[in-house]
């Protein structure tokens, strides 16, 4: 098993207990070193030798200071007293005079000493060896002739081997002693507290998030769409999750959208199947009434046949309708947009349809202003959209004729278009699936003669393929008002 195939959790753990545990190795290593290096080496450390062991500390800084002495003597040549200097002042001040010879000339002599008392006491104590210690309870003497260098050190004076106060001494040593336990596990302590702060820290930037983008991922994999992640971080882990979160809405509104297209296609199956259904059957009543003997007489045969024809004709309006949904769904209707000056438009097409929808029990009424205004129109399509309302107002009139008021009114940079009639009127929360396909006012959609339900969604296609918006409203009174929104693009004064 590989070190990436470990959880990130257990990695993460592992880490920061590396991030403690050599750290505190480490200052176990230095303590210890220095613990026993200031309690056992070097003559360099002989003050703090004294300072932390008060009872054995003159004793061993004399050795110190008599052995580094032995050391610099056995040097060939005249012996660097600047060298010796430290370990003079140590055993001066401890109340030992010394005194440094060579070739019988003092080299050095303690200040205030004298060096026939030295020779004497050293002679008295060592006799005549060449080197030799002598330290007792009254007094200390050593005296060293260097074979290689003939350098003589000589070293005297009434020193006890035990210092006094030993008690307090020990109590001072022990203080110190403490006091470097105490720095150590204080040191210790911060460092495991301290990580195990930063590992929690980073365990909840990085585990938290984790689990949140897991738990998000395993409800998208169940469908569930809706769980939002709360992460808000900038970091990487931050900029991941609110990747994903995008991700999860674009997926959200992708999904319903295909929702959507997949009522809207069972909407259009059973409506095609509804719509030509029933003619269908018309149609095949009237010709089993034929072919049947049932319409005996010619005036009633031609009447069935003429029924015949009416269904055959409503069938291919409803295909037709079809094939032109279908093809603007699919962007295979193309737009050839030009300029065209809508209160002019308006105006001709009123006066030139104005007869032929009076026939039909429609009257169109429209006041032209003295304006201009210019909008990009495509008039084969435009026409589509102005044949369709006004058929679908002929459609749903009350009684004989039914009255439609046309209206043009500037709008900042749009014109709004408005074709209000006076007819049977939509119920208000009906107003918003007008544009629907295949939606009728009619639940059982049982007068397919009043039309398909495509008329309105044809439309709302072509609008929105002239980068203009509709809506519908109530008309004041009683009625149905379909507004247009069209972007105006040029305007003369």
């Not at 257990?10 to 070193?33: D, H, S």
């Not at 062991?53 to 060939?76: E, I, N």
């Not at 409803?318 to 030009?338: A, C, G, Q, T, W």
């Not at 026409?383 to 309302?389: A, D, G, K, M």
Request: net charge neutral; with cysteine.
């Amino acid at each position: 098993m590989q070190i990436r195939d470990i959880s990130v959790k257990k990695r993460l753990l592992f880490a920061n207990f590396m991030m403690v545990f050599i750290p505190v190795c480490l200052l176990l290593l230095i303590g210890t070193a220095a613990y026993t290096g200031l309690r056992f080496t070097g003559a360099a450390q002989q003050r703090e030798l004294v300072m932390l062991w008060p009872d054995k500390g003159p004793a061993l800084s004399v050795q110190f200071a008599v052995s580094s002495l032995r050391a610099r003597a056995d040097k060939k040549g005249v012996p660097k007293l600047r060298d010796m200097q430290e370990d003079f002042q140590i055993l001066e001040a401890q109340g030992i005079s010394t005194m440094v010879l060579k070739d019988r000339q003092v080299l050095y002599l303690t200040p205030g000493a004298d060096s026939g008392t030295i020779q004497e006491a050293v002679r008295k104590s060592c006799g005549d060896s060449s080197s030799m210690l002598v330290w007792n309870d009254d007094e200390f003497a050593f005296g060293y002739t260097s074979p290689r260098s003939g350098t003589t050190i000589l070293a005297a004076g009434s020193v006890a081997f035990l210092a006094k106060d030993s008690a307090q001494d020990r109590s001072n040593r022990d203080f110190w002693e403490n006091m470097v336990f105490v720095i150590l596990g204080t040191a210790i302590v911060f460092i495991i507290a301290w990580g195990i702060y930063l590992s929690r820290l980073l365990s909840g930037q990085i585990l938290e998030p984790l689990a949140a983008l897991r738990l998000a991922a395993s409800e998208i994999r169940k469908g569930n769409m809706d769980v939002s992640l709360g992460v808000r971080t900038q970091d990487e882990l931050g900029e991941t999750c609110q990747a994903f979160d995008r991700m999860r809405r674009e997926l959200k509104k992708a999904k319903d959208t295909q929702e959507r297209y997949e009522q809207n296609r069972k909407e259009l199956i059973a409506g095609i199947s509804h719509d030509l259904s029933t003619p269908l059957t018309s149609v095949k009543g009237y010709a089993s009434g034929i072919l049947d003997g049932i319409a005996k007489t010619q005036a009633k045969q031609r009447h069935y046949m003429e029924m015949i024809y009416q269904k055959a004709c409503t069938m291919e309006k409803l295909v037709e309708n079809l094939f032109i949904f279908s093809k603007l769904d699919l962007d295979r209707i193309p737009f050839h947009l030009e300029p065209v000056e809508i209160y002019g438009y308006f105006a001709d097409f009123a006066e030139d349809r104005k007869s032929f929808l009076a026939e039909r029990g429609l009257e169109l009424c429209f006041q032209p202003e003295h304006r201009q205004v210019t909008v990009l129109l495509d008039r084969i399509q435009f026409q589509r959209v102005l044949e369709n309302l006004l058929e679908n107002s002929i459609k749903y009139k009350q009684g004989e004729a039914i009255r439609v008021s046309l209206g043009l009114e500037k709008q900042a940079a749009h014109v709004k278009l408005s074709f209000a009639d006076n007819g049977i009127g939509v119920a208000e929360e009906e107003l918003p699936k007008l544009f629907r396909s295949f939606y009728r006012t009619d639940p059982a959609r049982t007068n397919v003669a009043k039309g398909s339900g495509l008329g309105l969604a044809i439309v709302r296609q072509i609008i929105a393929g002239l980068q203009g918006t509709i809506w519908a409203e109530q008309t004041p009174g009683g009625g149905l008002t379909i507004c247009i929104l069209l972007p105006i693009v040029e305007e003369k004064a």
